[in-house]
């Protein structure tokens, strides 16, 4: 985890109220002796807290305090007292306001709880918005790439190609869009047979004279992909090789050709 997700992670907010476990208090120690921004975070939200609970926690509102004090016992039986006209000593109600300082100063830690869900929650909400940008980029990156192929194989300059399948691949469909003049070459798969996990589709340059040459490894179906483009090529062809390819073809799964010549 990064030094970014692991302080927006809220580990650091419930370290500062306590609330973690021993392990955990350790970890947070371990990388605030390691890190400089672990140590600035940590004292930030000190601050933030103690601000908090000086704005909200040092006096109660006089109907708050009317309220609690008339479900106090009196320490005097006889008397009675009144929030509005006695003045309150501390002899005689330390006790009540220190319940009542607790009291806000537990409001003011829910208060702030409250505050670091709701943190958390913004910064949950600002990774998922990031992870589906991203997702949204790539998807429109892969059309743009798409559109760009779709526009190359509609040069006149092309020739389309058909490939002529071999023995017990006869249902498979693979065109091969070749453009000498611009030295291009795309394969549009439209139906390729089934291939296990660890096979790919291996295409090879044929010429007369030479040993076969290997080029592109895929396992792609139903897109349009670019290959190379090797002159002077009779025949491009397609076999089943392990997959990562292979340096020779294995003829008996030759799954068919495309003559350029």
């Known amino acids: 985890m990064d030094l970014k997700t692991y302080i927006e992670s809220g580990i ?3 370290y500062v109220l306590g609330q973690l476990s021993p392990e955990e208090e350790k970890e947070v120690q371990d990388m605030q002796a390691k890190h400089i921004e672990i140590q600035r975070e940590i004292h930030e939200i000190s601050l933030s807290l103690e601000k908090y609970a000086q704005l909200n926690a040092i006096k109660a509102p006089a109907q708050v305090a009317d309220r609690i004090f008339e479900n106090l016992p009196s320490k005097s039986s006889g008397t009675t007292s009144s ?3 006695t003045v309150v000593t501390p002899s005689k109600t330390g006790l009540s306001w220190n319940m009542l300082t ?13 505050y670091f869900i709701l943190k958390t929650e913004h910064n949950s909400a600002i990774q998922k918005y990031e992870s589906d940008k991203k997702a949204c980029d790539s998807i429109a990156t ?3 790439q798409q559109f760009a192929i779709i526009n190359q194989i509609n040069d006149p300059n092309n020739k389309i190609i058909d490939m002529t399948p071999t023995s017990g691949y006869a249902g498979i469909s693979v065109y091969l869009h070749y453009n000498f003049v611009n030295k291009k070459n795309f394969l549009q798969l439209v139906n390729l047979p089934e291939i296990t996990s660890d096979q790919a589709f291996q295409l090879w340059s044929l010429k007369d004279g030479a040993d076969p040459m290997p080029l592109d490894v895929f396992v792609d179906n139903n897109k349009i992909i670019e290959v190379a483009f090797v002159d002077n ?3 491009y062809a397609i076999t089943i090789e392990p997959k990562g390819g292979s340096k020779s073809p294995t003829l008996e799964r030759l799954i068919g050709t495309m003559g350029v010549i």
């Open 12 to 14: 650091l907010e419930l």
């Open 83 to 85: 929030v509005n006209n």
């Open 102 to 114: 607790t009291l806000f100063a537990l409001l003011s830690v829910l208060g702030f709880s409250m």
């Open 142 to 144: 892969q059309q743009q």
């Open 233 to 235: 090529t009779a025949t």
